[in-house]
């Protein structure tokens, strides 16, 4: 008979009712001390705990609470503080924040997205002279906190990112690598792990999620591994439960890291068959302990008969005497606190039916592990089965290619405007009355005639900063979005909102994600941006106003996506609502439109051999959803945090007229990558770190884009912050705009008179 309890392995870090976020910026905000910060931190933790508690978890993971990053936390613990930090002489939270955010002089770390999440994490930096060392005795002293506080001391066990994952994800100066790096941390990882069980840890999750890459095959990091888990899994310390999650380990992988000395080894069975048919075929350790992450973590959806048919399978490849625990896929970080904080009715009932949020996912993974279920009902259509967009929804191959060339077509747009044109990505700062005035619409508070009339003011308002400021290509601001997927969502059939259901993105950044739950095209078929770009545009006389628009695969992979059907199929559905809005700001008077693209890399599978197949629909979805356009509308693409260096041909398949990226943080990466590959549209590269309070000066923005002149022509560079400005303050955006543009000015008069 196989043996079954249960795990955890990650929970929302935010608190049940966000209380993280307001507590962040109280901080930042310097409305509240230190002391009080970190209060409210131990507080949110010990409810994660106790909420995990009352669903019945044995094992329950604990240590991944953090106040802004958990990976920025560990390069902290193991020592990895940015060179620019160290030599600042700051300390404590002040060196921990200016890393996240920046400060005067004093540039934040880069930030990238987390494997193929929306978590967007900090990128540690190991340069010449960093040394790792540990600085263990905060995390020590808060898993002793929640070791005090629950019922049973040894169920609470401790989650520590793992030395091969940890060294992976950060950044290298020349000379510096990720094996020396790993090499250096093991001695640590095992004083770390002495410490804990000295404090009476009997388990202890090492989190391995980069084990499911490709290069997880290569010989460096096969050694790396082995050597690394021979000396932790040996060294007297607390048990090990080897967590790997986000994708299936290949076969080649698992064979080698079955044979690891740790205890148990998790598993993601979530995101294809492939995991469950590896082990099927190649068996499990008796050994060991076997972790079946059958429990999604990454959607809303419960599919209680899909994770029962999986851990079926699970229970039939093992032995009979097996010791099987059930856990989530991933941590439920990616997923809302609690479905019960959505009101009766604000939701359909027979789509509530079949949802579930972290507490809910808990109630799933004690039920399947507590019940003798025969389901065979194991699917993986969701990720797996995706499917071509040609010929779907009564598309035609005509409909993905422009009707000119881009060189053709490129003389045909905006030729008034000047070498260096200056623009924004879209959105401006959100002041407190506007978000009460969107609140009070929505819960009928405010008619549309006198919640439009406000909007309406706002949009001219912000029309008027940017003409003062001196941009080229203006903005409507989007004062009436909550958020840039959210927005559509509400304008859309097939999808639906949470009034409560926050993920985390970043630090104190958390986003609603909108639940697809049918087929989806524009309510009505009517037009969702027009009537907020014909304000701007009368309001903006003769300068041009950007239409502005999510794409297709943004929304598909900012949403949490139907499991019925394959998201290729429901990208095309996405794409074709926004090819009308094209047509539609078109006919309006629109002659330039902005489709982000910014979650292009979120969700692609990890493994190079698995991606090509996802890009491909991609990359038609956005062109299925753009290549209606007339040749004189230019379209712009924005993308933003996240890797693209080696997507760049597809990228440039997309056959947008203008690229905008996040390039302040970066160091340039992704402009040298353009640059090699010989990019030839119009870029615009940001000058503008949005994500740091800090006002960029005009001489450091003009030095960023002297940078760019070897890659294009004045003409068509394009001048730019990183991303949507509204997270930042009017204070902060005002003056950071006016150097922008002067800075733009300034290389404008110098390539003049040279």
Known sequence: MVHLRTTTVGFPRTGPKREMKMALEKYWGKKITESELLEVSDKVALQSLRDQEAAGVDLIGVGDHTLYDHVLDWSERFGLTCK??????????????????????????????????????????????????????????????????????DAVVPIVLGPVTLGKLCKYAEGRTAAALVKDLVPLYKELLGELSRAGVKEVQLHEPWLVMSDAETEEVRSLTTAAYKELGGCGGPAVNLCVHFDSLSPAVYSYVVELPVKRVTLDFC?????????????????????????DGRNVWRNEAAAGGILQRIRKAVQDDAR??????????????????????????????????AKQKLEVLTKLASSDSSSTAATWIGEDNLSGVEGAKGVTPEMYTRSEPFKERRGKQLAELPDFPTTTI?????????????????????????????????IERVVGIQKEIGLDVFVHGEAERSDMVEYFAQKLDGMLLTRHGWVQSYGSRY?????????????????????????????????PVKGMLTGPVTILNWSFCRVDVPRAEQAVEVALAVREEVADLEAAGCRVVQVDEAALRERMPLKKEESEKYLEWAVACFRLSTCGARPSTQVVTHMCYSTFEDIIGRIDGMDADVLTIENSRSAGEMVAALSSYGYARDLGAGVYDIH???????????????????????????????????????????????????????????????
Not at 273 to 284: N, Y
Not at 327 to 350: K, R
Request: aromatic share 6%; glycine share 6%; net charge positive.
């Open 324 to 357: 099987v625990v059930v856990a989530p896929s991933c941590s439920l970080q990616f997923v809302p606190y609690d479905l019960d904080h959505e009101e009766e009715g604000s939701i359909p009932a027979e789509v509530r039916a079949k949802l579930a949020f």
């Open 426 to 458: 879209g959105s401006f700062p959100q002041t407190a009355e506007i978000r009460k005035l969107r609140r009070e619409w929505k819960e009928g508070k405010v008619g549309k005639a006198a919640y439009e009339e406000q909007i309406d003011k706002e």
């Open 271 to 295: 995101r294809s068959k492939a995991m469950v048919e590896i082990v099927e075929k190649q068996g499990f350790p008796a050994t060991k302990e076997l972790g079946a992450g059958v429990v």
């Open 84 to 153: 620019r930090v160290r030599e600042a002489k700051l300390t404590g939270l002040e060196a921990y924040f200016t890393q996240a955010r920046g400060r005067d002089g004093i540039p934040a770390l880069d930030m990238t997205k987390y494997f193929d999440s929306n978590y967007h994490y900090m990128v540690p930096e190991v340069v010449a002279d960093t040394v790792p060392r540990g600085n263990f005795a905060p995390f020590l002293a808060h898993v002793q906190l929640l070791r005090s506080k629950a019922a049973k001391a």
């Open 692 to 754: 740091s309070p800090v006002v960029p000066t005009m001489d450091d923005m003009a030095a960023r884009l002297q940078g760019l002149l070897s890659l294009l022509p004045p003409s068509r560079t394009w001048v730019n912050p990183d991303c949507g400005l509204k997270t930042r303050k009017w204070d902060e955006v005002i003056p950071s705009l006016k150097n922008m543009v002067t800075a733009a000015h300034k290389l404008r008069e110098s390539h003049v008179s040279a």
């Open 511 to 543: 986003v609603r994600p909108p639940v697809i739950h049918g087929a989806v095209v524009r309510k009505g078929g009517a037009a969702m941006t027009v009537r907020e770009f014909a304000v701007c545009q009368k309001a903006s006389g003769a300068v």
